[in-house]
């Protein structure tokens, strides 16, 4: 594949035609409804005498491009992106007395059919948009997620995967940051632990990856940033859309029932905006666990478990908003974001005890019930000014996230004296838990911009303080009082601060096909975790700077290769540094390390973008360079009971290229096929432990989707695969899933139905296996993955055309 890569570089790079001249073409595109800038558009600059082009270029995020290094002369530009009428500039001339010639604001309509007062929308996103150095995933466009959740969402994006626990990995590596709206929110669940398989799906717009980010965002993360931007409905007049969904695995139940409502209006001077959506599901989660240990005087233990279980989770999450649209270049945006869920899983678990010869020595049955109530509210403000001349902006963003998660857990434990007898002797506790997080951010960025240089520069401020706390008690029954009373099994308080103080500044500028940028983020970072019921407090206080750099080259123009370099830092989260045991099972104990020191990743990226008539394809060789690793270890006791706790290995490296193909061999057929490989090596010097293990990791997706019926219906196919994956006690593997799903519009697309089976063959689930020198365990975890369903939406509401020159901003800031 690299071969392939470096040869189209090498053929493409054979064509370039270099333009002489010191002429500058510049403007922006925004969509004539809504005024909000359009990403992705195709800008050419024909010239009058021949009609051949001279250079072409794509809008950036804000809608804007710059076109440079121009000869002298007379030409005509064509604006173009799908789903929208082109539009056609003509008389663009450029001379020694005027240089630089300005198109303003171009102004694009929706594609209509006929002359009606209302517009039909007909063009159609695609679902993956790969660029060189973000992919967005547009939610919408996916029919396999419909009745999902965001987890269900972030396992179609090219190489991302989930373990079993739901923590997120890029790449193959974990410490992904995830952001909500480009900020952190409790809804995400911190740093380091995700909630999002309670955040349905159909409350989100589109999913953007970076894998190496400038330094205007935070270095948090080893591979990179998931940014998660909710709905926001931003069409003029009164618009609404209710979709449902329902499901179930037609044997043991499994029903799964999510709605949404979103309704908003928009005028000139103000957008209200609001949406509900509530989800419920049920179904089992089953794991199994073969364990056998070796002991210095030759004898062996083993211990086999089996756990069959309930998993219940219904959620309902709203989100309403205003933005006001102020004298010009003034734009206010208020928002309020929050869920309230609820999670009760409950499990029978067999325990099965044998000696070195492999007879049975004992068992016992263990219930749990552990039902989990969590409130989460996000609180937005923002304001943006727009400079004059399209000179740049000012972003000021405050954001306050608050969460609450309460855990309790009731458990019941029969032991049989004898394995060959009936169980009787009983253990009984209880378990109460409250977990807060409020995380408090505030920001400020400023773009300003040089059109006659054409460059940039962006510098600013952020501050992100959390706190997270955890209250746990619990207790044991008292058989001879018959009352319960306070044990010592998990009795204690546990406080987290998190303080980072970040200023960063950037310098960018286009030299022709060139593009370069260059910027340095300085952190001052405090992390405190404070073991109250220990009166042990753990300051960890460091200031780090963080350098950034982007090369980018256009050798033609639809196609670049870019380098680019990132410093990043992965700050171990509050969950992975409470060093209190959770004994919710006695033996699969699981502790974190207060003592983690934060890793840091040099992070290199080499890629290339190509787009012709039918083909989108990037790909990428990628090299990550970590010291102070954080890692998951297993410590195994003599008694056959594990640990699951934190440490900080040596140093890791990991070499890979990752591939994505975006192909529509015809309008009603796109395929979208990726893959990752990456080598990944281990480097830990304390002989004490055989963590020095490298090997192969990878993994490929597919999808594609077939539009019929005059385009009111498409057929669509998901599949995953996962190679199993290096850890440093052994490997681990995720089952990816085979989807296929149906949909149909009625009504110029008011009405839909669909239906969709996940997970076809049943296969989805989660696989360990530790392999060390006295310790060889199998794990698996099953849940219920196979579901059918079947989905409608409804949408109302009038797209008015109107050519009254709209007031305010773009609609506010995202990432």
């Not at 709206?181 to 632990?193: F, Q």
């Amino acid at each position: 594949m690299l071969f392939y890569v470096f040869s189209i570089l090498f053929v493409s790079g054979q064509n370039v035609k270099p333009v002489v001249g010191d002429g500058i073409v510049s403007g922006r595109v925004l969509d004539k409804i809504t005024d909000t800038p359009i990403e992705y558009v195709s800008i050419k600059l024909f010239s009058i005498k021949d009609s051949s082009i001279v250079a072409g270029i794509f809008t950036d995020s804000e809608g804007k491009f710059i076109l440079e290094n121009l000869p002298y002369g007379s030409y005509y530009a064509k604006v173009s992106f799908t789903g929208y009428v082109s539009k056609v500039v003509e008389d663009v001339k450029l001379s020694s007395i005027m240089k630089v010639a300005n198109l303003g604001t171009l102004k694009l309509d929706l594609e209509k059919t006929g002359d009606l007062k209302e517009v039909k929308v007909t063009g159609q996103l695609d679902v993956l948009k790969a660029g060189i150095d973000k992919k967005v995933y547009n939610v919408a466009e996916d029919l396999s997620v419909k009745g999902g959740t965001a987890n269900d969402v972030l396992l179609n994006i090219p190489s991302v995967e989930l373990d079993q626990e739901g923590k997120v990995s890029l790449r193959g590596e974990g410490g992904v940051t995830i952001l909500i709206d480009g900020r952190p929110s409790s809804l995400s669940g911190g740093n380091g632990r995700t909630l999002l398989d309670a955040l349905p799906a159909g409350s989100i717009e589109r999913i953007e990856i970076v894998t190496n980010p400038s330094a205007k965002y935070d270095p948090d993360g080893t591979s990179g940033i998931i940014n998660i931007v909710l709905k926001k409905n931003k069409l003029r007049g009164f618009n609404g859309l209710i979709s449902g969904n329902g499901g179930s695995d037609l044997v043991s139940g499994g029903e799964v029932l999510d709605g949404t409502i979103t309704l908003s209006y928009r005028n000139s001077k103000v957008n209200v905006y609001g949406s509900y959506s509530g989800r419920y599901m049920d179904g089992y989660r089953n794991n199994y666990s073969d364990l056998t240990q070796s002991f210095s005087d030759g004898t062996t233990s083993g211990i086999y478990q089996e756990r069959f279980g309930t998993d219940l989770n219904a959620s309902n999450t709203f989100r309403f908003g205003t933005d006001f649209y102020l004298k010009a270049r003034h734009f206010l945006g208020v928002s309020a974001t929050g869920s309230m869920g609820v999670r009760n899983r409950t499990g029978n678990q067999w325990n099965y005890r044998y000696d070195t010869n492999g007879q049975l020595e004992s068992r016992w049955w263990r219930y749990a019930d552990d039902p989990t109530q969590q409130k989460n509210l996000d609180l937005n403000l923002n304001y943006k000014y727009d400079l004059k001349d399209d000179k740049g902006n000012l972003v000021i963003d405050l954001n306050q996230s608050f969460g609450k998660e309460d855990i309790q857990g009731y458990y019941y434990q029969y032991y049989a004296i004898d394995p060959l007898l009936a169980l009787n002797d009983t253990t009984k506790q209880q378990l109460f838990n409250v977990e807060s997080n409020n995380i408090t951010t505030v920001q400020m960025d400023l773009t300003l911009l040089y059109p006659k240089i054409n460059a940039r520069v962006e510098t600013g401020a952020k501050v992100i303080l959390r706190d997270q706390g955890v209250d746990t008690y619990s207790e044991s029954y008292d058989k001879v009082a018959g009352v319960y009373a306070e044990d010592t099994l998990a009795n204690f308080m546990y406080n987290y601060n998190e303080q980072v103080y970040g200023i960063y500044g950037i310098f960018g500028q286009q030299l022709g096909k060139f593009k370069y940028q260059a910027g340095l983020r300085l952190e001052q970072a405090y992390q405190i975790p404070e073991l109250v019921s220990d009166t042990i407090r753990i300051v960890n206080d460091y200031f780090k700077y963080y350098p950034s750099a982007h090369i980018r080259y256009a050798l033609t123009d639809k196609s670049e290769i870019s380098l680019s370099y990132s410093k990043r830092i992965n700050r171990s989260s509050a969950p992975d540094m409470n060093p209190f045991t959770n004994y919710s099972d006695p033996y699969n104990l699981r502790s974190g390390n207060p003592y983690l020191q934060p890793e840091y990743i040099d992070s290199w990226d080499l890629g290339y973008a190509n787009e012709i008539k039918k083909v989108n394809m990037t790909a990428s060789i990628y090299y990550r360079h970590t010291t102070d690793m954080i890692t998951r270890v297993k410590r195994f006791y003599d008694d056959n009971t594990s640990e699951v706790t934190f440490q900080n290995l040596d140093e890791s490296h990991a070499f890979g290229t990752e591939l994505v193909i975006v192909y529509k061999p015809f309008k009603w057929w796109r395929n979208t096929i990726s893959g990752n490989a990456n080598y990944t090596r281990f480097v830990d010097d304390n002989p004490n432990q055989n963590w020095n293990v490298s090997g192969v990791n990878w993994s490929g997706k597919y999808s594609t989707a077939i539009d019929f019926w005059k385009k009111t219906a498409t057929v669509q196919l998901n599949a995953a695969y996962n190679a199993r994956r290096v850890t440093i006690q052994g490997t681990a593997q995720r089952r990816g899933p085979v989807d296929i799903s149906f949909e149909k519009s009625f009504k110029d697309g008011k009405w839909t139905i669909g239906a969709r089976v996940s997970d076809v063959f049943n296969r989805q689930g989660f696989y360990l296996k530790v392999d060390q020198p006295n310790v060889q365990q199998d794990v698996e975890f099953k849940w219920l993955t196979r579901r059918y369903f079947v989905t409608f939406s409804y949408k109302f509401g009038k797209l008015e055309i109107s050519n009254k020159k709209q007031s305010g901003g773009d609609g506010g800031f995202e990432m």
